[in-house]
């Protein structure tokens, strides 16, 4: 089993930025690909950026030039820097580990972008 604990979200104005983070714990020992979702009120979850365990990063065009996913040194932890944040990047935001064998998801953290 995997735990995923994502924390940072909260209440920003436009323009502004916020850093998520996801722990991960238990059996991570495989490789995985790490991510972040997110889902708008009353939308599907999507994709925003993900992490290969070589570190190659991948973004959604919605994020593209603005967030910006990384690894902590130690592998357990990743990172989403989002930077010039808009109404439509409100939303909960979900971390996910995923690889050939098994997929968790973290609770999610709620992100709020006002105006």
């Known amino acids: 089993q995997v735990q995923l604990v994502e924390s940072g979200g909260g209440l920003v104005q436009a323009g502004g930025s916020l850093r998520l983070s996801c722990v991960a714990s238990g059996r991570i020992a495989d490789p995985a690909v790490m991510a972040w979702y997110r889902q708008a009120p009353g939308k599907q979850r999507e994709p925003a950026a993900s992490i290969t365990d070589a570190d190659r990063p991948n973004y959604s065009d919605s994020v593209k030039g603005r967030f910006t996913i990384s690894r902590g040194a130690a592998k357990n932890t990743v990172y989403l820097q989002m930077n010039s944040l808009q109404p439509d990047d409100t939303g909960v935001y979900y971390c996910?580990?995923?690889?050939?064998?098994?997929?968790?998801w973290g609770k999610g953290t709620q992100v709020t972008v006002s105006s």
């Open positions: 996910n580990r995923r690889n050939r064998w098994s997929e968790y």
